[in-house]
Each structure stands twice: as structure tokens, then as C-alpha cells.
């Protein structure tokens, strides 16, 4: 019988790599959120207000500011593919 080498189901092993993964993503979590309080906490109460303001505008509107960005991102290879030749 040869071993796969990312292991199964009936493997004992192959818990250990989940386990870690499931570990790392907690930490990653954790390290986010502590990130993110301490942004809260350093940035001005105007600023916070501000985008506040635009993250609910931005929701309401999606489809204008999806349009947009694929504007953009039309214009940006076009501007690209002519400035090759």
C-alpha cells in the first residue's frame, strides 16, 4: 500500500495539518483584529466618520462604482498595450 503524501481520511496524521492550518487562521484573526482596534484607536474621529460616510455610499451604489472600476481598468490597458509600440 503506498502513502499519499497529503494523507486520508483513516490516516491519524492527516488531522495535524488541518489542526495547524485551523491554528494559523486564529492567529491570523486575532492578529487582524488587534490591527484593526489599534487603526480605530490612532486614526482622527473626523476620518473615521468620513469613510464611514463612503463605505455606506459605496454599498448603496455598487453597480455605478463596479462600472467604473472596469473603466478604468479598460482605460489602464489600453494606455498600456500603446505605450509598447
Known amino acids: 500500500m503506498t502513502a499519499h503524501p ?5 490516516d491519524p496524521g492527516a488531522a495535524a495539518p488541518r ?10 484573526r486575532v492578529t487582524a483584529g488587534q490591527a484593526a482596534r489599534l487603526v480605530r484607536q490612532k486614526t482622527p474621529e473626523p476620518v473615521l466618520d468620513t469613510t464611514g460616510q463612503v463605505a455606506t455610499a459605496a454599498k448603496g451604489n455598487r453597480t455605478p462604482l463596479l ?11 489600453v494606455r498600456r498595450g500603446r505605450g509598447r509600440k
Not at 67 to 77: E, M, R, S, Y
Request: glycine share 8%.
Open 67 to 77: 462600472a467604473l472600476g472596469a473603466a478604468l481598468v479598460v482605460f489602464l490597458l
Open 19 to 28: 489542526h495547524l492550518i485551523e491554528h494559523v487562521s486564529d492567529q491570523i
Open 6 to 10: 497529503h494523507g486520508n481520511a483513516s
